[in-house]
């Protein structure tokens, strides 16, 4: 069983910063890819960022790319979410997820290949 546990969500005024972090426990992180999905009120779970079991390939949805940063620390068994930039729609719950298949080279946006979840983190941002 894997498990994940988010944090780092909270309240910031548009145009700063947050760092989200997700520890994972249960198998060998570093052989998995990672990714980052958000959900706003009233709106599908939408990808955000992945990066591969070895962080050496990362993606990123359009509209935060240049303002957020994926990264892991396989020593950690964590998984960071640097955001930069904010604006009132990147509010939403910020969920990571694991691969369900390991030494995936490539990352992928599709959440049907994550199989499993952690619970979420809020990130507000207010104008």
């Known amino acids: 069983q894997v498990q994940l546990v988010e944090s780092g969500g909270g309240l910031v005024q548009a145009g700063g910063s947050l760092r989200l972090s997700c520890a994972a426990s249960?198998?060998?992180?570093?052989?998995?890819?990672m990714g980052w999905f958000r959900q706003a009120p009233g709106k599908e779970r939408e990808f955000v960022a992945a990066?591969?079991?070895?962080?050496?390939?990362?993606s990123y949805v359009d509209s935060v790319k240049g303002r957020f940063t994926i990264s892991r620390d396989n020593a950690k068994n964590t998984v960071y979410l640097q955001m930069n930039s904010l604006k009132p729609e990147d509010t939403a719950v910020y969920y990571c997820a694991a691969d369900q298949a390991y030494w995936r080279d490539y990352t992928t946006p599709n959440e049907y290949e994550y199989g499993y979840w952690g619970q979420g983190t809020q990130v507000t941002v207010s104008s």
């Open positions: 990066i591969n079991w070895s962080g050496g390939r990362t």
């Open positions: 249960g198998r060998t992180f570093s052989r998995y890819g």
